[in-house]
């Protein structure tokens, strides 16, 4: 009418004419257009493009127009189709296929339903019918019991051994679980060290054929034994049995201890090591003895008792001095200190008199300033006349400004430190000592007629003295060593006691237990047996006749 855009697109077919005015209900929008007055009626829309004309409002619904007269409000009829007429049949046809698909999802419904308690009546029927778990279990032990039999069972290996021997001619498997330290008798377990493992029960199957069993039974066995091996497996709810065939007693005691890894036998015993008692007594003992001048392989009787002994065993300055100076002083006879104004130091010291203190000087110490003093003897007919030799020694390469000045410092000193003497030794005349030497100082100092012969005899009487010395202080240390072995052996022999007395009170406990076993295992098959004895809880065995065949 006002020629204003009246017209409106939409795709929708739940739309409703009255009166003159058309409204639209689209979704959550009402809309209502006056065809007479051309009045303003705002409308808000979400929806298609919409078409302009002058005095219509077109709809575009499916593909088709339809049109309306914004004057009379008479449909405009386009390609033959009246807008009411294709509205209505539309609704028609949803109605109905909703109406068919309510009626196919009602019957689908119905039909799972009837289904379902189909399969749950089905269900309840065979859980009827199906043995539980225990029950089926029942009949298992029950078809196994008629295969295996019970020939004997116990608690310990040598039980089981006991009734291996009475019955030679049987074809039997023997199921045990023990531990190392079940196996070891009393001496082997005292020598073999104490570890975790050794109490931990072990399943081993044992295959005995008797000597006089018949060779069809051997023959069955040897061809069905890794089958039988898995039937017990199963029975007795392990992986593997660990199979041993037996031999004899000893021998398969043996085989089960390496197989629980132990390597020590009953029959033997640990070699005696360098740590044991009696190889320490043979060490000590040959280190004493070899501290006699004879055996010090070229050392001096000092060297050789600080290589034996140590630093802390062997006399300070003083001490040795003072032993060099008593008449009949073992084991030493001279003493050498290294130059000092304050202290005795010693170098070296020896039991071979003076033909022993030349070597050495000449040997060891040509190139060093030394003091020292020697005790001289010579045997006679009242026995020995012993004179004291202080020696003064600046050897031959001991040269330049340092060592000279040592000697001459140190001189005063050492010799009021060494003390008195029969006759002092010089530089010059220390190079050329010697057993002469010492017996014409003798004379000329002493006044004393003296020989070489006298001097040499008096060398193996003394000698022969330094021998008693070491004779009493091995005796002396034996006893030491004695006193100290008979208290470490008490100490052991008692611990052994309490050590044997703690396993002998457990086997006696698992005695008691397993006595009380037996009685329950008497009222047992088979299969109820191993699956007792399955549980490791005590050392046990079994010994099985088995058929397969049945």
């Known amino acids: 009418v006002v020629g204003d855009d009246r017209s409106v697109t939409f795709s929708d077919r739940d739309d409703i004419i009255s009166g003159t005015s058309v409204t639209f209900s689209d979704h959550h929008h009402e809309i209502i257009l006056d065809p007479v007055t051309g009045d303003d009626r705002s409308v808000t829309f979400s929806d298609r493009d919409d078409v302009i004309s002058d005095r219509s409002v077109t709809f575009s619904d499916c593909g088709d127009e339809i049109i309306l007269d914004t004057v009379s409000c008479e449909e405009i009829i386009v390609n033959g189709v009246s807008w009411k007429d294709e509205l209505s049949e539309s609704h028609d046809a949803e109605g109905n296929a909703n109406s068919v698909k309510e009626v196919d999802e009602t019957a689908a419904a119905m039909e799972t339903a009837e289904v379902r308690e189909t399969h749950k009546e089905a269900e309840e029927k065979v859980a009827a019918t199906k043995p539980s778990a225990a029950e089926a279990k029942e009949q ?37 679980t023990t531990s190392v330290e079940e196996l070891l008798d009393d001496e082997a377990y005292m020598r073999t060290e104490s570890k975790t493992y050794h109490s931990e029960l072990t399943p081993i199957s044992i295959q005995y054929s008797g ?31 660990n199979p041993i065939v037996y031999s004899d007693k000893i021998e398969t005691r043996n085989r089960m201890l390496n197989l629980l890894g132990e390597a020590h036998q009953d029959e033997g015993y640990p070699e005696v090591t360098s740590d044991s008692p009696s190889s320490t007594v043979s060490q000590k003992a040959a280190r004493f003895r070899t501290m006699r001048v004879a055996d010090t392989g070229g050392l001096t009787a000092y060297k050789h008792a600080l290589n034996v002994q140590g630093a802390d065993a062997v006399p300070d300055g003083l001490s040795l001095l003072r032993i060099v100076r008593e008449p009949l002083g073992t084991p030493y006879n001279w ?4 130059p000092s104004k304050e202290e005795l130091i010693i170098e070296d010291g020896g039991s071979g008199g003076v033909m022993e203190l030349a070597n050495v000087l000449h040997r060891d110490y040509n190139d060093q300033v030394l003091f020292g003093l020697a005790r001289v003897s010579f045997a006679n007919d009242f026995g020995l006349s012993q004179f004291w030799c202080a020696l003064e020694w600046k050897g031959e390469n001991a040269s330049g400004v340092k060592a000279l000045k040592s000697y001459t410092e140190s001189l005063a000193p050492m010799a009021d430190r060494i003390g008195d003497r029969s006759f002092t030794l010089s530089n010059s005349s220390a190079m050329d000592l010697s057993p002469q030497i010492v017996v014409d100082f003798v004379k000329k100092s002493c006044n004393k007629n003296m020989t070489v012969q006298a001097l040499e005899h008096a060398h193996e009487m003394e000698q022969k003295a330094i021998e008693e010395y070491w004779d009493k202080l091995e005796a002396k240390e034996k006893a030491k060593r004695d006193a100290l072995n008979a208290e ?15 396993r002998a009170s457990k086997l006696a406990d698992a005695k008691d237990i397993r006595e009380t076993r037996n009685k329950k295992w008497s009222k047992m098959n088979a299969p109820e047996l191993l699956e007792d004895l399955g549980k490791r809880d005590l050392s046990g065995w079994v010994l099985l006749q088995v058929d397969l065949d049945k």
């Not at 003493?335 to 290294?338: A, D, H, I």
């Open 140 to 176: 298992e032990l029950k078809k196994a019991a008629e295969k295996i039999k019970v020939f004997a069972y116990g608690g310990l290996y040598d039980e089981m051994t006991e009734a291996l021997d009475r019955d030679k001619d049987k074809v039997l498997l023997g199921i045990i």
């Open 211 to 241: 000597p006089d069993a018949h060779y069809n039974e051997v023959d069955y066995y040897k061809n069905h034994s890794h089958e039988i091996e898995s039937f017990c497996e199963r029975l007795f709810n392990v992986d593997r049995l």
């Open 335 to 338: 003493v050498l200190f290294k």
């Open 488 to 502: 470490k052996l008490k100490r052991e022999e008692e611990e052994r006691k309490a050590r044997l007395k703690i």
